[in-house]
């Protein structure tokens, strides 16, 4: 993903294009791939370093005569934008996908088709019929990110990636750091490609409140590493003010942030290095979440919980329309969320999440996209393979050059420091394996959502007793999933 975006950042900058210089790798006991390109430009006009020759897909001549694809999605997140189109439009994004299908069925001679199954449980349940009445009803599905992940897994309902004629998982078209991470047992059962599109949470803020207050530039925060979870929470208190004394947020009053649900706050928790899980010497996961870390951040949370107007909690206006007002300074969302603030009356930033303190070397992003899988009873996984890696080749040439210009096409400037941000955004995507399995289930979800639905929504800081009331549940949870996957081994 990161040589696909620094090139997207050159079609995409008019101006002369800014240059990259690597921050340091990531930690050794972190899920996040290597930091991003981190320019020293003080906004200067430089000239990029060439882009390597890419390597070229290692698909065949083949001639499948007309044979259906068809994938499975639920309607949900971007699934609904930026993944199918069976026409040409004008409209970026749209064109873009309708290309690479159409230069993928042009090479392979098949016809690809998408069935919408319904909401993020219907298409777990339609693999699973599919599957179980043993047809070749689906030869792709695409998932969300926690629901029917493990179900999917240890039902032996997927097909091992590993034995997939013509997928390369060596090439730089696929995520293979973050394959690994997801990867239980002796299959590779999801795959990450270029083609599933990636959903980072991010930060907005408000450069105008950032000036008129004369706080300090988050951006050069992040370029020299300080951008830190003690950094953001100052900032956010410093922006706070209840003008009339009130204790209730008004619209003369200043708050640090606002978030439109609880799930936005858990990107903290990987941002600062810490997950729900670690990995034992057999590549088993073990619930590793009781840390001094984690008692830290929950104690730095806590006391801005405490600290009334620093955080906003929306009601029946959304965290973001709360934002567009022009006095919270920041936003947690979506980085696809751009779009919705096209009309606000001020200038608007993008930031990654804060890391814990300034030792941690690598910045971390949390991806809340999807999973894709394939069924196991497929009848052709030549033509499955084939397909499945023309698509993920192609969507650097075509669809992620126009994610990004969709992306940009709002309120963002397009300039270097939002490019900038982008590229750390997307090039420190990191999976909470724990989360994308488990985070449904009882015991293991309250620990997974610990900031937003205890701390920041029950504002209770006693992360001890939380833990301990958790722990056996979600510990029982990996521990019946493993016995499910052992005996389908």
């Known amino acids: 993903m990161k040589s696909i975006l620094r090139f997207t950042a050159i079609l995409l900058i008019i101006v002369s294009i800014t240059s990259c210089a690597a921050l340091p790798a990531a930690d050794e006991n972190s899920q996040s791939p290597e930091i991003a390109a981190d320019p020293q430009t003080d906004g200067q006009d430089v000239i990029a370093e060439p882009e390597e020759t890419r390597p070229h897909h290692q698909v065949p001549d083949l001639d499948f005569d007309g044979s259906t694809f068809t994938v499975a999605y639920p309607m949900w997140a971007g699934y609904a934008y930026y993944f199918f189109a069976d026409e040409q439009t004008g409209d970026g994004m749209n064109d873009a996908i309708f ?15 998408q069935v919408d199954t ?7 349940e339609a693999i699973k019929r599919s599957v179980q009445a043993g047809d070749d009803a689906y030869q792709l599905g695409l998932f969300h990110c926690i629901q029917g992940i493990e179900e999917l897994a240890a039902g032996n309902f997927l097909y091992n990636l590993d034995e997939m004629p013509y997928i390369d998982l060596s090439a730089d078209w696929w995520n293979q750091k973050q394959m690994d991470t997801l990867r239980l047992g002796k299959k590779t059962i999801y795959g990450v490609s270029d083609y599933m599109i990636p959903a980072p949470y991010c930060l907005y803020f408000n ?13 050069e925060l992040v370029y020299n590493g300080d951008w830190t979870l003690d950094r953001y929470l100052e900032l956010s208190r410093a922006i706070t003010q209840d003008q009339n004394g009130n204790g209730v947020f008004e619209d003369a009053d200043f708050a640090g942030m606002v978030a439109n649900d609880a799930s936005c706050y858990t990107s903290f928790v990987p941002g600062c290095g810490q997950f729900t899980t670690s990995v034992d010497e057999e590549g088993k996961i073990f619930l590793d979440f009781y840390t001094d870390k984690m008692i830290s951040i929950v104690e730095k949370f806590g006391a801005v919980v405490v600290d009334p107007g620093v955080i906003q909690v929306p ?16 936003d947690l969302g979506s980085i696809a969320g751009a779009v919705n603030f096209r009309d606000t009356d001020f200038d608007l930033g993008i930031l990654p999440f804060p890391k814990y303190d300034e030792q941690q070397s690598s910045y971390i992003s949390l991806d809340w996209g999807g999973l894709m899988g394939v069924p196991s009873t497929i009848q052709n996984p ?5 397909v499945i890696e023309l698509l993920a080749y192609e969507s650097k040439d075509t669809v992620i050059p126009a994610y990004y210009d969709v992306l940009l096409a709002g309120k963002l400037a397009r300039d270097t420091d ?23 289930s009882n015991g293991f979800n309250a620990l997974f959502y610990t900031l937003g639905s205890n701390v920041v929504g029950n504002k209770n800081t006693d992360f001890a007793s939380f833990y301990k009331q958790n722990e056996k549940m979600a510990q029982a949870t990996i521990r019946s999933f493993y016995k499910k996957l052992e005996k389908n081994e």
């Open 99 to 113: 290309e690479r299908k159409i230069r993928v069925e042009d090479a392979l001679r098949v016809s690809i088709g």
């Open 118 to 124: 319904g909401y993020i449980a219907e298409v777990v």
């Open 207 to 219: 450069k105008d409140l950032i000036n008129r207050f004369q706080l300090d530039n988050p951006y």
């Open 315 to 330: 009601g029946a206006v959304g965290g973001v329309e709360l934002f567009k007002n022009g006095n919270i300074l920041f």
């Open 382 to 386: 030549e033509m499955t393979g084939a």
């Open 418 to 440: 939002t490019v900038a941000m982008m590229d750390i955004l997307f090039d420190t995507i990191a999976y909470e394996v724990g989360g994308n399995y488990f985070g449904f």
